[in-house]
């Protein structure tokens, strides 16, 4: 299906392990972003790729690696995962820097 | 870099009654304009869009939002709510090329209940 999907959906794991989050575009488009929300803070931006190899920060990239070897591909990994990253992840794409973004479902990420 | 301020953190209406939620960005250059809507347990989805032209947009489901440049808002407006509009409603701008940082600045939401 055509779209944007993120896996896992529900993520739990331990404080100092890294996990890695997953975000799939089939739109070919240029921009991928991921965002985090949090209760009382809306959805503030970790790190964003304007193309293929190349990535920027967003407003609170720290704890945060991502890569984007492929245009329809943009995981997200917490090297060593923080209580304080407990949140909910969304990947979203869009066609140029200032197009409409269209987001995934999300991932529910609990670090115990 | 812009910033985004949404006034209602969180808004009770009955059914049939009209709304409109405010939002105010800072930016001194050109903006694109949006709002989203997240429906319980879903992911954001695109309500309606300002990039130029006719201030006064209409979006999805009813809603409508006007760009008034001069005092910087983007207010979503709908005549008549419906239960179905419970949602959190999400204000972003983009500064266009040349501004601002790539991605959307959000508000921090406003959650909308609509008591039937």
């Known amino acids: 299906d055509a779209g944007i999907t993120q896996s896992p959906r529900y993520k739990i794991t331990e404080t100092g392990r890294q996990v890695t989050l997953m975000c799939h575009q089939t739109?070919?488009?240029?921009?991928m972003f991921w965002y985090r929300q949090d209760l009382g803070h809306g959805l503030r931006l970790i790190y964003y790729?304007?193309?293929?190899?190349?990535?920027d920060k967003g407003e609170v990239p720290d704890g945060y690696v991502v890569s984007r070897s492929k245009t329809e591909n943009f995981p997200l990994t917490l090297e060593s995962a923080t209580r304080s990253q407990t949140s909910v992840y969304f990947c979203?794409?869009?066609?140029?820097?200032?197009?409409?973004?269209?987001f995934g479902q999300g991932t529910r990420l609990t670090v115990v | 870099a812009q910033s985004v301020s949404q006034h209602n953190h969180h808004v009770i209406l009955s059914e049939a009654a009209s709304l409109e939620l405010g939002c105010n960005y800072s930016?001194?250059?050109?903006?694109?304009l949006f709002w989203y809507v997240q429906y319980p347990g879903q992911h954001l989805q695109l309500l309606l869009k300002?990039?130029?032209?006719?201030?006064l947009v209409k979006g999805i489901k009813g809603f409508e939002a006007e760009f008034i440049k001069s005092k910087f808002s983007f207010n979503l407006r709908k005549p008549s709510v419906q239960w179905s509009d419970t949602a959190e409603y999400f204000c972003?701008?983009?500064?266009?090329?040349?501004?601002?940082?790539?991605?959307?600045?959000f508000g921090k939401g406003t959650h909308l209940i609509i008591q039937p």
């Open positions: 739109w070919s488009h240029s921009y």
């Open positions: 790729s304007a193309a293929a190899d190349i990535t």
């Open positions: 930016y001194g250059g050109t903006v694109n």
């Open positions: 979203a794409s869009g066609r140029d820097r200032e197009a409409e973004a269209f």
């Open positions: 300002y990039f130029s032209g006719d201030p």
């Open positions: 972003a701008v983009n500064a266009e090329s040349g501004g601002g940082a790539d991605g959307l600045t």
